[in-house]
């Protein structure tokens, strides 16, 4: 995962001359099955969503990982989005969907998912890295600064431990500087759990049995009764 500004040359500049700024954020679900869905968005100011609106390029103006993952084998397209948001800025973005979580790895990152089984629990451990980059020679890494990226993830059962920046309605969030992830990358890392299923249904089976074995007792106490 490059996280590096890329733009054609003519728009670079006047990209900075203008202090246009954007943010992008990942929304990852993960299921008890290992998959799960992704929620790529990014978001450009007025100022720079009308230099996207007017170029002619029919290629993506920023490489920012994300906007194809539908290419690798496993990973569906759920839905893609372009808004224009009140104050003018734009916003744009792909949903996807997977059964296996790690083909989320976009470039030079790596995504790992654990599931593991050990007595009353199921544990789930997601570790994604995200390299330190450089950035491209044209572009100003002060400049960096300005834009943010943010990373927001939803682990099933209880989260238990976490390197998070902050936690949002029972969600993981980083939120960082995109200059301070290409310098120094970023490691996301998670742990949940959650009871068993199987020993959650066979506690309902222990206990619809014992409901059923206490009503037949009583039944043929009722009826003891009556006969005598």
């Known amino acids: 995962m490059r996280l ?110 654990n599931i593991a089984r050990a007595g009353l629990w199921v544990y789930y451990e997601y570790r994604e890295i995200i390299p330190a980059s450089q950035p491209e020679k044209s572009q100003p890494s002060s400049g960096q600064n300005i834009y943010r990226i943010r990373h927001k993830l939803a682990m099933p059962g209880q989260v238990i431990s976490h390197n998070a920046d902050s936690i949002l309605s029972g969600s993981l969030i980083w939120n960082r500087p995109l200059g301070q992830v290409t310098d120094v ?20 089976f222990l206990l619809l049995a014992g409901v059923s074995l206490l009503y037949r007792h009583k039944s043929r106490l009722m009826n003891n009764k009556n006969i005598a």
């Open 185 to 204: 990358g970023l490691v996301m890392e998670a742990r949940s759990r959650e009871l068993n299923p199987i020993y959650i249904l066979l506690a309902l």
């Open 4 to 113: 590096r500004l890329k733009l054609y040359p003519a728009m670079l500049l006047l990209l900075f001359a203008c202090c246009g700024c954007f943010s992008v954020e990942y929304q990852t679900e993960i299921n008890r099955r290992g998959g799960g869905t992704r929620t790529v968005e990014i978001v450009m100011d007025p100022m720079m969503a009308g230099l996207y609106n007017k170029s002619s390029v029919s290629e993506k103006l920023f490489n920012i990982p994300g906007q194809g993952l539908q290419a690798k084998n496993g990973v569906v397209l759920a839905g893609s989005s372009k808004a224009e948001l009140d104050d003018g800025s734009l916003k744009l973005s792909w949903r996807y969907r997977t059964g296996r979580a790690e083909l989320f790895s976009d470039g030079a990152d790596s995504l790992k998912l």
